[in-house]
């Protein structure tokens, strides 16, 4: 009988190792897509904002800025969110070829989206995650971007 319990402790203890092995296993694999995140996120957030500053928009022309948090289970990211008011001297096209550039240097989608109340809002994302949201007021209702 004590050979048998033996056996069984054996099986029991090897079993545990193994779940710990898997345990470790997947710490790892989720940790690089953690980082990933974080960092794809506040670098394209520092590439936005000097798009910005290259066309002249200073903190008075930030109507309204906000940051969400947002969670997966392998992933913790900000999603940006600001609302520009354009001078009238500039266009929603002036920041275009910037934003697309900022998008493919770092890999992640960007659509344009005309609303309905006149303004323009520039969205960066990847599958499943929204990084950042720019939305520009036209100084008059009547122009268009």
């Keep these: 009988m004590s050979h048998k319990v033996r056996k069984e402790s054996i099986w029991v203890k090897m079993y545990i190792i193994a779940l710990f092995f898997c345990g470790m296993g997947m710490w790892f694999f989720i940790q690089p897509a953690h980082s990933k995140k974080i ?3 506040a670098a394209l957030n520092r590439k ?3 798009v910005s500053v290259k066309n002249a928009i200073t903190k008075n022309d930030i109507l309204s800025q906000y940051i969400r948090e947002r969670n997966k289970m392998t992933a913790v990211w900000n999603e940006f969110y600001k609302i520009i008011k354009l001078k009238s001297s500039k266009t929603v096209r002036s920041f275009e070829k910037g934003f697309r550039s900022v998008a493919r240097s ?10 309905d109340d006149g303004s323009v809002t ?5 599958p499943g995650e929204n990084y950042s949201n720019v939305t ?3 100084p008059k209702k009547s122009s268009k971007g």
């Excluded at 770092?106 to 609303?115: A, E, F």
């Excluded at 520039?122 to 990847?126: A, N």
Aim: aromatic letters at 20%; proline letters at 0%.
């Design 106 to 115: 770092m890999k992640v989608g960007l659509s344009r989206t005309d609303n």
């Design 39 to 41: 960092y794809t996120n």
């Design 136 to 138: 520009f007021m036209s």
């Design 48 to 50: 936005i904002e000097s």
């Design 122 to 126: 520039y969205r960066f994302y990847s």
